[in-house]
């Protein structure tokens, strides 16, 4: 619950939740909006798929059919459909959807309507279609009959409705709606995605799992509205058909390879799926354009193949997870919820037949990209403020190196002054010592033996960085009169991030120079500090002790110190706990009236 708890806090969830959320309200909005705009102007419209009977080559005797439901019938044989138009619309006209069916209309055995249009077309395409009856047409026989060279469109119709051109319309905007709103996001996740990759660059080159996820989610988003009422009404059947079954066959390619370039360990096993993935590709839509094979006859090749990828892409998925890899199993549950809708889809498919509100399949792809999308937003901010915190901690090392520097050329001019005025110290102490003023002397030595403590220690331990850091803040105490106590052995190298070394280590001495500073403006107070560092594999011990005045307020395991404003902060102490933790370390803190204690012991990474 904790860890739930804080990850609330990071900024990188709430920059990616509020711009998401928004746009799920404005989605909402816009679906709502539409459907209400429209719903006055359906009034002259009418739902007319109940009521029918049917028969077939097979079975010529008429049975009644509740709604449309589907028949099974092989391909190429007649379905006939058989209602009564008993409604009463002015200016009426018919409107359904043809999914790779041949359709007549006959009203009273009079043919009023034929797909194809003529004999040259190749196919039957996907279409919607609007048909204007005869102003007599009232308790006339509306006949039907279709016929599909696919099994899986011969016995089944979307629906069928009667009504004025403004209502049908009115009636299929806010329809489409759903599925060009669905569309959006997939859209602007893709291109989000595809500059995600251009900043999102490493040593390996450019972000490639993102960049073709990114074109996935823009092929999606086109793919979306090719079934939409408004698709058949403004664009050619054949070119519905074509782009709706095309973008099916592409877009399965860059979801991948989105899948390639997250796994860590077994992405070669996927190499087999892309192969034939872009073998199919190049045979179909050359088939097609060379006018041999129809997209439509490829379908029984593409979806068991698409299943099969699918299943295979998830179990090593679950391979991938058990190896450590975080991709994986964030994931996982997100594209298993995308596969059953998927799987849902092909159940109905082969089964019942396709029907124009069926979009639980679009639902759960738009989930999983949705999910995708917040993941990759969230992981940008939190590389965005990790790289902010690196430069920060850059410039604060880069400070120290400076000061160390510094520190290392006073102390070489010191030494350098100290050699040239040797020989002459050397030379008044013999002259002391041979007329007998051995007490002058011995004070001579001890005000020498004064100048050499003065002398700036520029060397604490072989480990550089935590060398520039002892540096700098011990010589700032020394300067402000702390009497120092300290031991350093340490190696020259240690198995921590330089970060935490010095984040931990200038917090500790932040928090004691403070405290030492407010024993400045008090009489007959000692000021003094006691560091000890020393190695002990696989621990990093460090034990902080210093003076102090100061009141310690504790609340729930928290120090806080009064600063001079007045407020209780005990920022450093937080950081210094996060970073043990880290570690798998220790951490005691004990304090008295003018005493303040820190010990910790960090555990060394593995290398």
Known sequence: MKIWISRLKEPALWNTAVPTFCVILLVIFSMFYFSAYTNPMQKNMV????????????????????????????????????????????????????????????????????????????????????????????????????????????????GIYIGDVVSLEAYALPRSVLRTLMMVPCLVAGVFLMILSGFRHNQKGADWRNFFFGIFCILWGFHFPGGDFMAHRFFDPMWVSFISLGLYYLYPLPMTLYFYFGFSKYHKALLPVLIFRVLFIIVSFGLQLLGIVNFSDMLIINNPFYVVSIIYIIVLCFIEMKSGNKFARFIIPWFTIAFLAFMHRMTVFYSIGLREEETLYEAGILLF?????????????????????????????????????????????????????????????????????????????????????????????????????????????????VKISCNISVAKELNFHDADISSIMMNLLDNASEALEKIKRIDNEDKWITLNIYTKSPYLYIYLKNSKVNTIKENDGNYMSVKNDGESHGYGLKVVKEIVKKYDGILNISYTDDTFTVETALKEERK
């Open 47 to 158: 739902d007319i798929s109940d009521g029918w009977s049917y028969s077939t080559n097979l079975d010529i005797s008429g049975k009644d059919m509740e709604g449309f439901k589907y028949i099974d019938i092989p391909a190429g044989e007649s379905l006939f459909l058989y209602r009564v138009l008993e409604e009463e619309i002015s200016d009426a006209v018919l409107m359904f959807k043809s999914n790779h069916q041949e359709i007549k209309i006959f009203l009273d055995d009079e043919l009023i309507f034929k797909i194809p249009y003529s004999s040259t077309s190749e196919e039957p395409r996907i279409g919607l279609h609007f048909i204007t009856l005869p102003k007599n047409y009232q308790g006339k026989m509306l006949k039907m009959e279709i016929i599909s060279p696919y099994v899986s469109y011969s016995g089944v119709l979307d």
């Open 369 to 481: 990209i949705m999910a995708v999308w917040v993941y990759n937003c969230m992981e940008f901010f939190r590389i965005r403020d990790s790289e902010k915190k690196y430069l920060q901690e850059l410039c604060i090392k880069n400070e120290v190196m400076l000061q160390s520097y510094e520190d290392i050329t006073r102390h070489l001019e010191q030494v350098g002054l100290i050699r040239h005025e040797m020989r002459k110290h050397v030379a008044a102490m013999q002259i002391l010592m041979k007329g007998g003023e051995h007490k002058k002397t011995q004070s001579y030595l001890s005000s020498l033996l004064e100048q050499q403590e003065d002398i700036i220690q520029v060397r604490y331990c072989d480990h550089y960085l935590l060398n520039a850091i002892l540096g700098t803040y011990l010589f700032r105490l020394k300067k402000e009169g």
